[in-house]
């Protein structure tokens, strides 16, 4: 993406300009406009808008708030040819910018409401067809999904949602005070998720990714944020994963389990190969689930800043032929970022074959590679 000793005003500088050289719309803008993001978000100098730690809704406002920030400083740039002005550091703007939709979204959360985690965190493009699912409701999930003793359905709720209500205006239009909505959301949030995802293949919540792994769940997964799990599972840092044993069978180890599922063994096989049952398997994940959760997103956090510095430039020397820009490291903060194969092959102007092949040739030499420096 840059070089790593390049300062980060030069280095937001030269990206910026290299936005500018090409036409809107085309591949490699989008490209420029990735490397753009990717290097805000890793600036040491981001704020962290620590002014508002104390607010209870401060995680999801500030990834809300940064995410608004990025798509408005981009659309500057896109508009505006002065900006961002020459006079002060380039991440000195943006952070007046980030302080200010925090301060916004901060705001909006002072009543209490529940956190709009269906909405939020989705991709522009995929809001359409979202919003188009929640409206047609073919198998009429959403309409049928009722608050009880009341007509109000989340079909509603959603739609009101979508159009920008504010949730004391949804309150107020369906005369059901917010506690009673935000219980009533909070209990239907995952099984809409997964609702969602199984009719449209979106997958954007590391929370569940994981435990569609652990506990075998049939929902659609990314084979790329598959792959990320893998290296996680395969270096286990700390050996906390080698560590959670099958109870009387040390062979039996999560680690193990994880490796064989992720190579699409079934229970079956994982029974005989570890002398384990499907019952003690379960019961193992089960009884450690937000714990195994909370360590693989300690690692995939930190997974993330090795592959953005990409020290030996490894990442970045291993591209897919006659596509430069198409390196395993882009690749790989892509998927982190939130990106799926399908948007990856696009943005790139590559093929899912090709993608694939990258990492099926070169997985050992980065796992390797990144054990050096987790």
Known sequence: MCNHQEPIEQTLRRLIEEVRQYPPNRARRRIAMTKLIMAIKSAPNLSRQRRWSSQPYYLDCYGEALNKALREFCRKIDNDPNFPRHDYPVMQQFNRLFTSRMSDCCRSCNTPQPPEEIIDPIKDDDRIDI??????????????????????NLQRILLLLFQGYTWQEISARLGVPIPTL????????????????????IVNNWNLIIEDLLLRRRVPAEKLQLLILKIVITIDPEGFLHGLIVENNFYGNARKILLLILDD??????????NVSTQQIVSLFRQNIDNIIAYFKQY????????????EGLLHSLTIPNHPDANAKMILLLTLNGKN??????LLVVSQSEILNLFTQNIDNIIVYITRYI
Do not use: W
Request: glycine content about 2%; proline content about 6%.
């Open 182 to 201: 935000s219980s009533f959301y909070q209990r239907k949030l995952t099984p809409t998720i997964y609702y969602i995802r199984n009719h449209l293949g």
């Open 131 to 152: 919003l188009n699912l929640i409206d047609e409701d073919p198998e009429g999930f959403f309409q049928n999904t009722r608050m009880p003793n009341s007509d109000v």
């Open 341 to 346: 194969l399908v948007e990856i092959i696009r």
């Open 300 to 311: 995939i956090l930190r997974l993330q800043e090795i592959i953005t510095h990409d020290p």
């Open 265 to 274: 063994r079934n229970f079956a096989y994982i029974n005989t190969t570890l």
